[in-house]
């Protein structure tokens, strides 16, 4: 496992963009799968973005598809998630998430961030 934290989160207005950071604390973040949730009031946590081991292979939800994107790079240990064209329904806590295998579900991660709240005013 690896313990992550997140920053980047906050208020901002529909139309407009977030990034979000995730530093692991260990060398070997490298050798996970970086990823972001998000889960809103009421709601089960779900899947959100992916990537793999270089930041060469990417995942995403189908409803932030052309709006997200993720990246990483490894020499700092940091995963991001560029969040332009936010809409009220992005609206919700973001967790980073990191496991061995590419995921697209919280059976299969392995590790946590302790969340980071983005609000979208309309």
């Known amino acids: 496992q690896v313990h992550l934290v997140e920053s980047g989160g906050g208020l901002v207005q529909a139309g407009g963009s977030l990034r979000l950071s995730c530093t692991a604390s260990?060398?070997?973040?490298?050798?996970?799968?970086g990823g972001w949730f998000r889960q809103a009031p009421g709601k089960e946590r779900e899947f959100v973005a992916a990537?793999?081991?270089?930041?060469?292979?990417?995942s995403y939800k189908d409803s932030v598809k052309g709006r997200f994107t993720i990246s990483r790079d490894n020499a700092k240990n940091t995963v991001f998630l560029q969040m332009n064209s936010l809409k009220s329904e992005d609206t919700a806590t973001y967790y980073c998430?990191?496991?061995?295998?590419?995921?697209?579900?919280?059976?299969?991660?392995?590790?946590w961030g302790q969340g980071t709240q983005v609000t979208v005013s309309s």
């Open positions: 998430a990191a496991g061995r295998r590419f995921f697209q579900t919280t059976r299969e991660v392995e590790s």
């Open positions: 260990e060398r070997t973040f490298s050798d996970y799968i």
């Open positions: 990537v793999n081991f270089y930041g060469t292979s990417t």
